[in-house]
């Protein structure tokens, strides 16, 4: 099994910065692609950003220029900063692993949401 822990959400007026966090751990042979989605009630769920193992990134273009995406392979943690934020940015967020086991196969896994509120 594999367990995607995530930290970070909270209240931050408009302009501020948040950090979240994304820990994968448990029964993991290797991590393919990171992400982070975010969803508001009643709403589908949305990307927000991804990275492969190799480092490679792409962005929404709601959050292009000031959210970043990274990861810590030795960690097997991904981080979302967040600057700049928005009102709108206000949903809850969720990390996604791409977890690869040792006979080939893929499965993907969600954390349980974190929730981001932006105050204006």
């Known amino acids: 099994q594999v367990q995607l822990v995530e930290s970070g959400g909270g209240l931050v007026q408009a302009g501020g910065s948040l950090r979240l966090s994304c820990a994968a751990s448990g029964s993991i042979f290797s991590i393919n692609a990171m992400g982070w989605y975010r969803q508001a009630p009643g709403n589908l769920r949305e990307l927000v950003a991804t990275i492969t193992s190799g480092g490679s990134t792409n962005y929404a273009d709601s959050v292009k220029g000031r959210f970043t995406i990274s990861r810590d392979n030795a960690k097997n943690t991904v981080y979302l900063q967040m600057n700049s934020l928005e009102p709108e940015d206000t949903r809850v967020y969720y990390c996604?692993?791409?977890?690869?086991?040792?006979?080939?196969?893929?499965?993907?896994?969600w954390g349980q949401g974190t929730q981001v509120t932006v105050s204006s």
């Open positions: 996604k692993a791409l977890i690869g086991t040792a006979g080939g196969r893929t499965y993907q896994y």
